[in-house]
Nanobody, 117 residues
Framework: QVQLVESGGGLVQPGGSLSLSCVAS????????MGWYRQAPGKQREQVAR???????NYAASVKGRFTISRANAKNTVYLQMNNLKPEGTAVYYC???????????WGQGTQVTVSS
């Protein structure tokens, strides 16, 4: 079992920045991959960014060049730096972890990000 706790959401104006954090209850070095997903009202949950244990990253086309995923293994924490936010970025952002071995997927409770003037 892994518990994930997100923080850092809030209200930001278009063009602004936010940094999300996700703290895991155990070492993220044991995770195959960590990622951020988001779900806007009335829409399906979508992957925003992912980072593997080897450090490879990938991003949704809609956020590439504006968002950066990173991790601090010593702190069991994954970050999502979001720059130049757009109104369509309004959503609940969820942290995800996929464990080695059984590849079970774990989810945090989500943090709300609202991009509005």
């Amino acid at each position: 079992q892994v518990q994930l706790v997100e923080s850092g959401g809030g209200l930001v104006q278009p063009g602004g920045s936010l940094s999300l954090s996700c703290v895991a209850s155990r070492s993220i070095a044991t995770m195959y991959a960590m990622g951020w997903y988001r779900q806007a009202p009335g829409k399906q949950r979508e992957q925003v960014a992912r980072i593997t244990s080897g450090g490879s990253t990938n991003y949704a086309a809609s956020v590439k060049g504006r968002f950066t995923i990173s991790r601090a293994n010593a702190k069991n924490t994954v970050y999502l730096q979001m720059n130049n936010l757009k109104p369509e970025g309004t959503a609940v952002y969820y942290c995800n972890a996929v464990a080695y071995g059984d590849f079970i997927s774990y989810w945090g409770q989500g943090t709300q990000v609202t991009v509005s003037s």
